[in-house]
């Protein structure tokens, strides 16, 4: 038995449509999981998983994947074969994207929805920035300084993630006759912060520090946790024999 999780290798490049659209229908499947994020909820809050002040294993983050409110239900699983499919899909994403904020920042790029708005294709924010919202609360105290300092970096992701920031966006944009326009003039801003919000973190860091997330971290030991978020370990659960399926 290969005790290895099977992790989409990073020179296959981004996830493809098809892929990404697996993945999101096993997330929001109606007889699944009680709250969900969706993929582009997910691609907002990996990007500040990966950015942040500390590194945050899959074994961790994986289950607010799971249930982004309070983190407890795991994955339900049909098969080994599946779990193993959308585990692989969703760490392989992580992986090309941080091994992209790396060693090519110039070409990362968010994940939106997009919605026809008179003829014109406009990007859905609100989840993405929602999950970057996410990220940084699973370490807020590491996070408050460079938020504090830079808060023009955070403007957009507040407006876009938060409750509070809905109601400004009412005044900022809803309001206004060039509503289009004003909204996506906060999206262009969203892909140059979060080259910042990295760049600024990674520097913080010795590179072999967050370069551990790359090759090594996804794939789980057989007495480390199971990265689907079940609480028992992988040995006894989705790299066992005996595969817990639910």
């Known amino acids: 038995m290969?005790?290895?999780?099977?992790?989409?290798?990073?020179?296959?490049?981004?996830?493809?449509?098809?892929?990404?659209?697996e993945v999101n229908t096993f997330l929001i499947a109606e007889d699944g999981l009680e709250h969900p994020m969706d993929f582009y909820t997910f691609d907002g809050f990996i990007c500040a998983v990966l950015s942040g002040p500390t590194t945050i294993m899959p074994s961790e983050w994986l289950r607010?994947?799971?249930?982004q409110e309070q983190g407890e239900q795991p994955a339900e699983f049909s098969s080994e074969k599946q779990a193993k499919r959308i585990l692989s899909l969703l760490i392989g994403h992580a992986n090309?994207?941080?091994?992209?904020?790396i060693h090519g920042p110039q070409h990362y790029e968010p994940l939106f929805y997009s919605h026809r708005i008179e003829g014109n294709s406009v990007p859905i924010i609100d989840e993405w920035c929602c999950g970057y919202v996410k990220g940084i609360a699973l370490d807020p105290e590491g996070w408050q300084p460079l938020i504090d300092a830079r808060p023009d970096w955070f403007e957009v992701i507040h407006l876009y993630g938060t409750k509070g920031g809905w109601q400004r966006?009412?005044?900022?944009?809803?309001?206004?006759?060039?509503s289009v326009a004003r909204h996506?003039?906060?999206v262009d801003r969203i892909a140059p912060a979060a080259r910042n919000i990295?760049?600024?973190w990674l520097a913080q860091h010795a590179p072999c520090e967050r370069l551990r997330q790359l090759d090594k971290a996804p794939a789980p030991g057989r007495n480390d946790a199971c990265?689907?978020?079940?609480g028992k370990k992988f040995k006894h659960c989705h790299g066992g024999p005996d595969v817990a399926l639910h």
């Open 96 to 101: 090309v994207l941080a091994f992209t904020l």
């Open 2 to 21: 290969n005790w290895d999780m099977p992790i989409r290798p990073i020179e296959s490049g981004p996830l493809t449509d098809k892929e990404i659209e």
């Open 169 to 178: 966006l009412k005044e900022l944009v809803d309001a206004r006759r060039d």
């Open 198 to 200: 990295h760049a600024y």
């Open 184 to 186: 996506q003039a906060f």
């Open 227 to 230: 990265p689907c978020g079940s």
């Open 64 to 67: 607010w994947v799971w249930d």
